[in-house]
Nanobody, 124 residues
Framework: QVQLVESGGGLVQSGGSLRLSCQAY???????GGWYRQLPGKERELVAT????????YDYAEPTGRFTISRDNAKNAVYLQMNNLKPEDTAVYYC??????????????????WGQGTQVTVSS
């Protein structure tokens, strides 16, 4: 059973920082890990992705460099460092994994796996 466990969310003042963690269980390796967020009343949107080779992709609407995605392949974990947070960043943040290897030596892309979400609230 593949499970993603998120942590690191919470309440922070404007200008503060948070580091989100996504730990994958039940896999030998993962290809693409990513972070998405859902603002109140809006559809879920991309924040950033990172693949097994360390290649990153960031939301075109957020080019400021405030957020940085990283990973630890040995731990099958994906992280999101968020700096200079703003009230408009308040949202539920979700971890996503696309492409999992459960021991076959190949990535299976048939199913996307999502974490349960972690609330990030930024006060003004």
């Amino acid at each position: 059973q593949v499970q993603l466990v998120e942590s690191g969310g919470g309440l922070v003042q404007s200008g503060g920082s948070l580091r989100l963690s996504c730990q994958a269980y039940g896999v030998s390796n993962i290809d693409v890990g990513g972070w998405y967020r859902q603002l109140p009343g809006k559809e879920r949107e991309l924040v950033a992705t990172i693949d097994v080779g360390g290649r990153t992709n960031y939301d075109y609407a957020e080019p400021t460099g405030r957020f940085t995605i990283s990973r630890d392949n040995a731990k099958n974990a994906v992280y999101l460092q968020m700096n200079n947070l703003k009230p408009e960043d308040t949202a539920v943040y979700y971890c996503k994994v696309y492409g999992v290897d459960d021991g076959t030596g190949y990535f299976d892309y048939r199913v996307d796996y999502w974490g349960q979400g972690t609330q990030v609230t930024v006060s003004s």
